[in-house]
């Protein structure tokens, strides 16, 4: 079984990331053998960097600017 686990943010408790990550390990206590594919989502405020660089691949740099 495939389980696209994708929710937003609930904001001020967890990011889409963690919230992904909290879902697949409920799903995988009770469906073992599932195969979980985390796919966090943004409306396009907080939490949207995260989602984008995790579906990327990314990672995030920080520079000093002038």
Known sequence: MNVLIA????KGS??????CRAI????????????????PISDGGDGLI????FAR???LISALTR
């Open 14 to 19: 967890l990011s889409a990331l963690e919230a």
């Open 50 to 53: 995260e989602a984008l660089l």
């Open 24 to 39: 697949a390990t409920g799903v995988k206590s009770v469906l073992p053998q599932a195969q979980t594919t985390l796919m």
């Open 57 to 59: 691949g990314g990672k």
């Open 7 to 10: 929710p937003n943010a609930f």
